[in-house]
């Protein structure tokens, strides 16, 4: 599978994990703190990313380095913290429409972060694609914020500002670990929220509440942030944020199908512009000693290639340098390609 579509079935996988835990969690704001709820839903994502990494075993995967504590402190705060307790805040003032509408604001924070700030490429189609998958969003909410007030709202998009960050920092890590990143920036988070939410003596959920959202932050924040990073590490984020733009629409197709809310014509329409913009897109990294890569063309110690195969290819990972270099194939903005054009 090539790294593109490797990168947008991943994404995709986030946005379906995330999309459905939002309806969950809105059913139980009531149920403790916002602190709390969301310290929570992060521990359990901490629990799943741990029995991942124990599952897959040893991988030749780059680790986390010294200079990548600051980024990595930055979106354990914002994304791993400010996010979740806004988002529960927010959910807790407002109706399911505007929620959604309003959760798509991470997709503009991101798109808008990456291009203006990282400089990424977005191109025509991208361009295009966003919008499509932005006009689905508008009309599955019907156009309106009817029923938000000025707090709720400004909480969600605190939340989607946050992740916004979160997602282009992530971005730069992305040649890292991702498993090792995503539980890094889980247990960062949950940590220190379960302990303020204790010390400050918060209210938390019964017990099967708490093991509903445990399973919620298990999938939905961690296994969803891993695939995020995948993600991130193959497309970029301006088109990862397309990709995840589409989890409000999940999350109203959950809705429908287990929390039996009534079909509409505006979430018939929003599904089709959403599927539109979708398919407009229709680091370890891989040496082929037939085909080769050339963003990989460098020399290896022997320590480096001990026991791979020198006739077939294979995935390693290890410090080392892209040199400059001039070419004309197709590319997005992964973390190969963060040139000017």
Same mark, same amino acid.
């Given at each position: 599978m090539n790294t593109q579509r490797r990168g947008q079935w991943a994404g995709l996988g986030a946005a379906v994990l995330f999309g459905c835990s939002a309806p969950l969690i809105s059913t139980v704001?009531?149920?403790?703190?916002?602190?709390?709820?969301?310290?929570?839903?992060?521990?359990? *994502?901490? %629990? *799943?990313?741990?029995?991942?990494?124990?599952?897959?075993?040893?991988?030749?995967?780059?680790?986390?380095s010294r200079q990548d504590w600051p980024a990595l402190g930055a +979106?354990?705060?914002? !994304?791993?913290?400010?996010?979740p307790v806004a988002l529960v805040m927010g959910l807790a003032r407002l109706p399911a429409a505007p929620s959604s509408l309003l959760l798509n604001l991470e997709a503009v924070f991101t798109l808008a972060i990456a291009v203006l700030v990282g400089r990424e490429h977005l191109g025509r189609r991208g361009l295009l694609a966003a919008l499509l998958t932005m006009a689905?969003?508008?009309? %599955?909410?019907? !156009?309106? %914020?009817r029923g938000a007030n000025g707090l709720g709202s400004a909480f969600i998009a605190l939340a989607t500002l946050a992740w916004g960050i979160d997602n282009n920092l992530s971005q730069r890590l992305s040649l890292r670990d991702p498993i090792q990143i995503a539980t890094f920036k889980a247990a960062g988070a949950s940590l220190p929220m379960l302990a303020l939410a204790l010390l400050l003596g918060h209210r938390f959920p019964s017990l099967p509440v708490t093991l509903g959202l445990l399973a919620i932050g298990a999938?939905?924040?961690?296994?969803?942030?891993?695939?995020?990073?995948?993600? +991130?590490?193959?497309?970029?984020?301006?088109?990862?944020?397309? +990709?995840?733009?589409? =989890?409000?629409?999940?999350? =109203?197709?959950?809705?429908?199908?287990?929390?039996?809310?009534?079909?509409?014509?505006p979430l018939l329409l929003a599904a089709g512009l959403m599927a539109a913009g979708v398919l407009l897109h229709a680091h370890r990294?891989?040496?082929?000693?037939?085909?080769?890569?050339?963003?990989?063309?460098?020399p290896h110690a022997a320590e480096q290639v001990a026991g791979q195969p020198d006739d077939e290819p294979?995935?390693?990972?290890?410090?080392?340098?892209? *040199?400059?270099?001039?070419?004309?194939?197709?590319?997005?903005?992964?973390?190969?390609?963060?040139?000017?054009?």
């Open positions: 704001t009531g149920s403790g703190s916002a602190l709390s709820i969301a310290g929570l839903l992060y521990g359990g *994502a901490t %629990l *799943a990313l741990l029995a991942l990494r124990l599952l897959r075993g040893a991988r030749a995967e780059t680790p986390v +979106l354990t705060l914002l !994304g791993g913290m400010v996010g689905g969003a508008v009309v %599955l909410s019907e !156009g309106s %914020l999938l939905g924040y961690g296994i969803s942030i891993w695939l995020d990073l995948l993600a +991130l590490r193959d497309l970029g984020a301006a088109r990862e944020a397309v +990709l995840f733009s589409t =989890a409000p629409f999940v999350g =109203a197709l959950f809705a429908l199908a287990v929390l039996r809310e009534p079909i509409t014509l990294h891989r040496h082929d000693p037939c085909v080769g890569d050339p963003h990989h063309h460098h294979f995935w390693h990972a290890h410090e080392h340098l892209h *040199a400059n270099l001039e070419h004309a194939h197709p590319h997005v903005s992964d973390a190969h390609h963060r040139h000017r054009h």
